[in-house]
């Protein structure tokens, strides 16, 4: 089946712009997690949906960042006032449930520049 | 101290080898133990997970999980080249059962 997608898949933006980044989960998937990867790092959690709400926002860096996910499917990450700071690589991912066995299935990333 | 801490590496190890990939953790408490593969350029893929202590079996991965000393290894037989990646090794915390934190990844590379 078809796996967690996000658009775009690269983003160029100017320091201070908005930008919208777009996850799809896999059918089905009840939880949602954003995270991002800076180079050589490893992923830095951001937030977590259990359906429609936010269970877990410790993540996200400060107030320029929120997400939303309405229907509790679709997410989308958004970004005021970008930074040279926030470039990297935001990456999405689902799992079926929540638990400590569950496998948490990676999207292939928004690769976003902010110059 | 970071909470999840591996070796950047590159680990070099020629072709039919065994590739050992060592993780250690700080919050004595966590309870599951991931293994992700991320390819250059690409996302993690899961490869293994343990939340017991000793050994779990996969095909040519092996995960090795010690609480008392606090670290978790991969295991991979038979190196091939298709094994270049980075590993990245990812923990529960305690109060998390959805947050993984993860550590920098080691990246390996399998010599033909």
């Known amino acids: 089946g078809a796996g967690v997608s996000q658009t775009p898949s690269n983003k160029v933006t100017e320091k201070g712009k908005y930008v919208e980044l777009r996850c799809d989960p896999i059918s089905g998937h009840t939880a949602l997690y954003w995270y991002r990867q800076s180079l050589g790092q490893g992923p830095e959690f951001l937030i977590y949906f259990q359906g429609t709400g936010a269970a877990d926002d410790s993540g996200l860096p400060n107030d320029r960042f929120f997400a939303v996910r309405p229907e509790g499917s679709v997410s989308t990450l958004k970004i005021q006032r970008t930074e040279r700071g926030d470039s990297a690589v935001y990456l999405c991912a689902s799992s079926l449930t929540v638990g400590s066995a569950e496998t948490q299935y990676f999207g292939p990333g928004t690769r976003l520049l902010v110059l | 101290q970071k909470e999840v801490e591996q070796n950047s590496g590159p680990l070099s190890v020629p072709e039919g080898a065994i590739a050992s990939l060592n993780c250690t953790y700080s919050d004595r408490g966590s309870q599951s133990f991931f293994w992700y593969r991320q390819y250059s350029g690409k996302s993690p893929e899961l490869i293994m997970f343990i939340y017991s202590n000793g050994d779990k079996e996969d095909g040519r991965f092996t995960a090795q999980l010690n609480k008392a000393s606090q670290y978790v290894s991969l295991l991979i037989r038979d190196s091939q080249p298709s094994d270049s990646a980075t590993y990245l090794c990812?923990?529960?915390?305690?109060?998390?059962?959805?947050?993984?934190?993860f550590g920098s990844g080691t990246r390996l590379l399998v010599r033909p």
């Open positions: 990812a923990v529960h915390p305690r109060d998390s059962s959805y947050k993984l934190i």
